[in-house]
């Protein structure tokens, strides 16, 4: 079968595009509000070392493999894995894959959207300034708005209203361009963040939060909580990376550029890990404070530091900005799935998605406050859509994604796809046969184990 683009179809306009918007969607709220937090709420450095290891030995090589099949596939993740497996003489069943993908990603983005709409507010918050923010007056700003329904509510309408903007209109020049000037400056606004760490704050204690292993700290809830974390914060598993590998045009190295985007991802957490843990030390609050923990602690350091008004709001105004860019990628899956399987118009097709993303986003909303009492298995609507999402949906579809590519393709499209060669090559085919299915397999069992 021929794997070359159908006529018409989108692609990239050069491998440089390819590797912003995957980054894009990869770094976001998971690297700047998600990791953080966790890492407080895990132990720390416990959680930090399991979580450098999954993105080794699971993410990487998952992230190459999955692109490699949205290239292979060029189509949505659904039919991807129907034309992958025909390829292979595969049983049909392998489109599941893209289903749990296409579900997943409206289920995590509508719980992106309410956290994306908390950081739209403190955009807000910071430009009348943090002046004589305490410790106590963050914590009860942060629980005021989770207790207000129609601000969260409204919130989260504005973000998607933004994303219905970007998508309906194709992923454009406009939010590549955009990515190309606004992702340095949230690094550059994150290296500022280090330097008052280094100054005013106690990056000593951070350091040592982070990166003094203590392996007895590590528990099956730590691991767990970990392999999740790899696989949300590269985006794993929830058919953006196969979509928009699906868009990617036949001359461009899966593996170099896919490296390149874990390196960049990885390297945004680990140092907003760093600049937020040092505030925390300093400032005497508490580490695993949970999702409030970058919106109660950043906001004092912007409130002591020189220029401290300006780098609030653009620091907020970047974080959403990169949350918008991971947001489209999880509404490219579904859009791409209804165009291609009923021949729905672009906009049609991205109104239902967000409509329907919009309406399960105030169910999450509401979970903290007005609904904080429906339980599903003992959590809250918010915590099993992320637990379902990063604990369930997203390692099983990377478990099945490592199994096709590694045991049902043809060896020869894969090495044919993946741009490796010799040792390189076999190494990263062995640690996606054997190493990545085994560890999410021990991972889920040995969590089962715990439970049962
Ligand atoms: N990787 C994004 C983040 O770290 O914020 C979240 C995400 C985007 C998860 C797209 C899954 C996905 F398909």
Same mark, same amino acid.
């Given at each position: 079968?021929?794997?070359?683009?159908?006529?018409?179809?989108?692609?990239?306009?050069?491998?440089?595009?390819?590797?912003?918007?995957?980054?894009?969607?990869?770094?976001?709220?998971?690297?700047?509000?998600?990791?953080?937090?966790?890492?407080?709420?895990?132990?720390?450095?416990?959680?930090?070392?399991?979580?450098?290891?999954?993105?080794?030995?699971?993410?990487?090589?998952?992230?190459?493999?999955?692109?490699?099949?949205?290239?292979?596939?060029?189509?949505?993740?659904?039919?991807?894995?129907?034309?992958?497996?025909?390829?292979?003489?595969?049983?049909?069943?392998?489109?599941?894959?893209?289903?749990?993908?296409?579900?997943?990603?409206?289920?995590?983005?509508?719980?992106?959207?309410?956290?994306?709409?908390?950081?739209?507010?403190?955009?807000?918050?910071?430009?009348?300034?943090?002046?004589?923010?305490?410790?106590?007056?963050?914590?009860?700003?942060?629980?005021?708005?989770?207790?207000?329904?129609?601000?969260?509510?409204?919130?989260?309408?504005?973000?998607?209203?933004?994303?219905?903007?970007?998508?309906?209109?194709?992923?454009?020049?406009?939010?590549?361009?955009?990515?190309?000037?606004?992702?340095?400056?949230?690094?550059?606004?994150?290296?500022?963040?280090?330097?008052?760490?280094?100054?005013?704050?106690?990056?000593?204690?951070?350091?040592?939060?982070? /990166?003094?292993?203590?392996? +007895?700290? @590590? =528990?099956?809830?730590?691991?767990?909580? !970990?392999?999740?974390?790899?696989? &949300?914060? #590269?985006?794993?598993?929830?058919?953006?990376?196969?979509?928009?590998?699906?868009?990617?045009?036949?001359?461009?190295?899966?593996?170099?550029?896919?490296?390149?985007?874990?390196?960049?991802?990885?390297?945004?957490?680990?140092?907003?890990?760093?600049?937020?843990?040092?505030?925390?030390?300093?400032?005497?609050?508490?580490?695993?404070?949970?999702?409030?923990?970058?919106?109660?602690?950043?906001?004092?350091?912007?409130?002591?530091?020189?220029?401290?008004?300006?780098?609030?709001?653009?620091?907020?105004?970047?974080?959403? /900005?990169?949350?918008?860019? +991971?947001? @489209? =990628?999880?509404?490219?899956?579904?859009? !791409?799935?209804?165009?291609?399987? &009923?021949? #729905?118009?672009?906009?049609?097709?991205?109104?239902?998605?967000?409509?329907?993303?919009?309406?399960?986003?105030?169910?999450?909303?509401?979970?903290?406050?007005?609904?904080?009492?429906?339980?599903?298995?003992?959590?809250?609507?918010?915590?099993?859509?992320?637990?379902?999402?990063?604990?369930?949906?997203?390692?099983?579809?990377?478990?099945?994604?490592?199994?096709?590519?590694?045991?049902?393709?043809?060896?020869?499209?894969?090495?044919?796809?993946?741009?490796?060669?010799?040792?390189?090559?076999?190494?990263?085919?062995?640690?996606?046969?054997?190493? +990545?299915?085994?560890?999410?397999?021990?991972?889920?069992?040995?969590?089962?184990?715990?439970?049962?």
């Amino acid at each position: 079968m021929s794997n070359a683009a159908p006529a018409g179809r989108a692609h990239w306009s050069s491998r440089w595009a390819f590797i912003l918007v995957t980054a894009g969607s990869a770094i976001g709220l998971g690297n700047i509000w998600k990791f953080p937090y966790m890492t407080g709420t895990n132990g720390g450095s416990a959680f930090v070392l399991v979580y450098l290891a999954c993105i080794i030995g699971i993410g990487v090589p998952l992230l190459m493999a999955e692109t490699l099949l949205g290239r292979r596939g060029q189509e949505n993740p659904a039919d991807t894995m129907r034309i992958v497996a025909a390829e292979a003489r595969a049983s049909q069943w392998w489109q599941i894959v893209g289903y749990i993908g296409i579900l997943g990603a409206l289920f995590i983005l509508s719980f992106y959207s309410v956290v994306a709409g908390w950081i739209l507010d403190y955009t807000f918050l910071a430009m009348k300034g943090f002046a004589g923010a305490s410790k106590e007056s963050l914590a009860q700003t942060f629980s005021q708005l989770l207790a207000d329904p129609v601000k969260l509510i409204a919130w989260h309408t504005a973000f998607m209203a933004i994303n219905v903007a970007v998508v309906a209109g194709g992923v454009t020049a406009g939010i590549e361009r955009a990515n190309k000037i606004m992702m340095p400056a949230l690094l550059a606004i994150v290296l500022v963040l280090i330097g008052y760490g280094f100054v005013a704050a106690d990056m000593g204690a951070a350091f040592r939060f982070m /990166f003094h292993f203590d392996f +007895s700290a @590590i =528990s099956s809830k730590v691991i767990l909580s !970990a392999m999740g974390h790899s696989f &949300f914060t #590269l985006s794993l598993g929830m058919g953006a990376i196969m979509t928009y590998g699906s868009y990617l045009g036949r001359d461009t190295s899966i593996a170099r550029t896919c490296l390149y985007i874990s390196v960049a991802d990885t390297g945004i957490a680990l140092l907003a890990g760093l600049a937020i843990f040092a505030i925390v030390f300093a400032q005497g609050l508490e580490p695993a404070a949970g999702p409030g923990l970058i919106l109660q602690t950043l906001p004092l350091a912007f409130s002591q530091m020189p220029g401290g008004g300006v780098i609030g709001v653009l620091f907020f105004l970047l974080v959403v /900005f990169a949350a918008w860019t +991971s947001s @489209i =990628s999880l509404i490219e899956p579904a859009t !791409a799935w209804l165009i291609e399987r &009923f021949g #729905l118009r672009r906009s049609r097709a991205v109104w239902i998605v967000c409509l329907t993303t919009w309406l399960l986003g105030i169910a999450v909303a509401l979970s903290f406050n007005d609904w904080s009492e429906v339980r599903f298995f003992g959590l809250n609507i918010f915590d099993f859509l992320d637990t379902l999402t990063t604990k369930i949906m997203m390692p099983l579809a990377g478990l099945l994604i490592a199994l096709f590519t590694g045991w049902v393709m043809k060896r020869a499209h894969v090495e044919d796809e993946i741009g490796l060669g010799g040792g390189a090559f076999h190494l990263w085919f062995n640690v996606l046969r054997f190493l +990545s299915p085994l560890a999410i397999v021990v991972i889920f069992l040995n969590v089962i184990g715990v439970i049962g």
